[in-house]
């Protein structure tokens, strides 16, 4: 039977060790930015957009009656996609509940959260969302943290971590403990009524 190969971090090169600690929870936030938030984001202004010229064009045809029922076909499967990618958004009210799983999925993960601080909405950059960031202070290992990413990941809501920060990890037993500071920031969908009064006032100025 092949023995448990155990590494001890304290004999690792202190540049290795930086290496790792910053490293290793760089590539998983890239790998979630790149692989699936931004995707997702692209996707839904994509649609957003695709939905606004497939509106237009019904208006046209229905005074033309020719092409109505094949635009209003592809009408309805964009808005079905619409919604399913907006499923993977929280509603307003529905975003305490989302912020206290990500949480618990840190308790899980093995960590001790130190300080989780929402801070108020604001809007995203595309328009359509509304963020909601987090302060985040947690404690615990190296494996510990990678759990709790793994965990994030799996989520069928979007959740994004930035400015992550590990200050020198002190020994305690096997593991080495670290001190962990961090944002996340999950998204919520702008409500329909807000919407519609945001397109109002555009078309008034």
């Known amino acids: 039977m092949a023995k448990a190969i155990r590494i001890d971090l304290y004999r690792?090169?202190?540049k290795a060790r930086v290496a790792i600690a910053v490293g290793m929870?760089?590539?998983?936030v890239l790998l979630f930015f790149f692989f699936y938030y931004r995707p997702k984001s692209t996707e839904i202004k994509r649609l957003q957009s695709s939905i606004q010229r497939q509106e237009q064009e019904i208006a046209n045809a229905e005074r033309k009656l020719a092409k109505l029922p094949e635009l209003k076909a592809k009408y309805n499967v964009l808005?079905?996609?619409?919604?399913?990618l907006k499923r993977q958004l929280p509603e307003?009210?529905?975003?305490?509940?989302?912020?206290?799983q990500v949480s618990d999925l840190g308790i899980e993960s093995g960590l001790v959260i130190n300080l989780?601080?929402?801070?108020?909405?604001?809007m995203h950059q595309s328009g359509i969302l509304y963020e909601i960031p987090v302060k985040v202070e947690m404690s615990g290992s190296y494996h510990n943290l990678g759990r709790f990413f793994s965990k994030l990941t799996s989520l069928n809501r979007i959740?994004?971590?930035?400015n992550i920060k590990l200050d020198r990890?002190?020994?305690a037993g096997k593991e080495a403990i670290l001190q962990i500071a961090l944002d996340t920031v999950t998204f919520s969908a702008i409500p329909e009524k807000e919407l519609q009064k945001m397109k109002k006032i555009k078309k008034k100025r």
């Not at 307003?92 to 206290?100: A, C, F, M, R, T």
């Not at 959740?159 to 930035?162: Q, T």
Request: aromatic share 2%; proline share 14%; glycine share 2%.
């Open 12 to 14: 690792v090169p202190k």
């Open 159 to 162: 959740v994004n971590i930035r």
């Open 79 to 84: 808005v079905m996609e619409l919604d399913d």
């Open 25 to 28: 929870p760089l590539i998983i």
């Open 169 to 171: 990890p002190r020994p």
């Open 116 to 122: 989780w601080k929402p801070a108020n909405k604001r």
């Open 92 to 100: 307003e009210k529905e975003v305490s509940g989302l912020l206290k």
